[in-house]
């Protein structure tokens, strides 16, 4: 064992003695509205950010597509602006995958397979495998990612695709469809991810084949979703890992806080610290324009909105959903003098 995962000694009991939980409530719904509502109106003119087109059918979606969806850990829900427009979740798949993974391994066997800390290197990078020791990643970057969909349950690639797509139907409440053109327009241009997954392998890290764990992987990239499907995924994220509408318990006991702590520390890449220094709650972007955002215990939001800054994450997203935790208190770091 090296220091790099010395942390995986502390001691802890909360499989035969689960730890009490204190969270806390949305504002009410006629606040939560009218904070939806301004945040659209507000952002909804901002141009700034590019299109993603490194994939060439994503460069098709109108920049002008801006939604938002928020649902509590109770099921309430309440959106404005493109949410039923479908879109395919891209990154936004990797900490429900992630999910699966530990199902499927464990938790604690999942953090050693596929490693919990972030990179500081853009999502496609290589230079970040090389220089750690363990050569594990983390699920939210694409080599933490393709090895987690390498983990799933199955011994042949139809299987786990079944794996993923159901898995992640269950935290969407509905049965969620592949977009073939999003899939083979990636498929044919992205070859980047192959590199990523044979580099893996080299060093033990891959748990499947590699071609055919990237190709599960782009098809789980590939599922279309809306920003209303978004918002019910976080909202099981924020609620124990029960989705909040249909009362289907997706996950494990432990696995959702981990998931939580992933997200927090690398859903946003690079600028991960950034965010957590804004926002304050764990989130995951993708490439198409979807971003995903837990609160425990009180809801999740979701936004889509196509045009990315630099680092590949949603321009009125990020804005949205900044405002949102603001307006609706939901920053995890904030407190008052008692
Ligand atoms: N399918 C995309 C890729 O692997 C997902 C990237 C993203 O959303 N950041 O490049």
Same mark, same amino acid.
């Given at each position: ?30 606040? *939560? ?36 969806? *928020? ?110 053109? *999003? ?48 918002? *019910? ?106």
């Amino acid at each position: 064992m090296t220091n790099h995962s010395m942390h995986a000694e502390l001691p802890f009991d909360e499989e035969s003695q689960p730890p009490p939980v204190s969270t806390g409530d949305l504002p009410g719904a006629d606040q *939560v509205r009218a904070v939806v509502d301004d945040a659209y109106q507000r952002y909804r003119t901002d141009t700034s950010g590019t299109v993603a087109d490194y994939i060439p059918v994503l460069g098709k979606a109108s920049p002008d597509l801006f939604g938002i969806y *928020v649902v509590g850990a109770r099921g309430q829900s309440y959106g404005v602006g493109d949410v039923e427009t479908t879109f395919s979740i891209q990154s936004v798949s990797k900490p429900f995958v992630f999910a699966l993974a530990c199902h499927q391994v464990g938790y604690d066997a999942a953090r050693h397979k596929l490693g919990v800390n972030g990179t500081g290197f853009p999502f496609d990078s290589l230079i970040a495998v090389e220089l750690n020791p363990a050569r594990t990643m983390n699920p939210l970057v694409n080599a933490g990612a393709i090895a987690a969909t390498s983990l799933l349950a199955g011994d042949t690639a139809e299987e786990k695709w079944q794996t993923v797509r159901t898995g992640l139907s269950m935290f969407a409440g509905r049965e969620l469809t592949m977009s073939t053109e *999003v899939y083979e327009s990636e498929t044919a241009t992205n070859r980047r991810n192959r590199g990523i997954a044979q580099v893996l392998e080299s060093y033990g890290r891959l748990y499947f084949d590699p071609e055919a764990a990237t190709d599960v992987y782009t098809r789980q990239c590939s599922l279309e979703v809306t920003a209303r499907d978004l918002a *019910v995924m976080a909202a099981t994220l924020a609620n124990g890992g029960m989705n909040p509408v249909t009362g289907v318990q997706v996950l494990a006991p432990g696995v959702c806080r981990r998931v939580l702590a992933v997200m927090a520390i690398a859903g946003l890449y690079e600028l991960s610290g950034d965010w957590l220094y804004e926002i304050g709650m764990p989130g995951k972007s993708g490439v198409s324009g979807g971003i995903v955002t837990v609160s425990p215990g009180k809801g999740g939001l979701a936004t889509y909105s196509p045009p990315l800054d630099d680092a590949g994450n949603s321009v009125r997203g990020q804005l949205a959903t900044k405002y949102l935790a603001e307006r609706l208190g939901l920053n995890l770091f904030a407190s008052e003098p008692a």
